[in-house]
């Protein structure tokens, strides 16, 4: 079984000129591209199967870590 350690981010958002954190979870290097800053804590380690459903390298909306398989 594979795994990957994914981490929480925010993003800047335009429309309302704040930060967002994202309702994703996603791999450091999603994040990097995206250029969005890695909130370094929780890290969590999940099986690779739960990214890349809808987005690559992230997991669905509103992921649950806790409720992972």
Do not use: C, Q
């Amino acid at each position: 079984m594979a795994t990957v350690r994914i981490h929480r981010f925010r993003l800047y958002d335009i429309s309302s000129d704040t930060y967002r954190i994202s309702r994703r979870w996603a791999t450091r290097d999603t994040i990097e591209l995206l250029g969005g800053d890695i909130m370094e804590f929780p890290v969590v380690e999940v099986d690779a199967s739960v990214v890349g459903h809808e987005i690559e390298g992230m997991t669905e909306i509103d992921f649950d870590p806790n409720k992972a398989t």
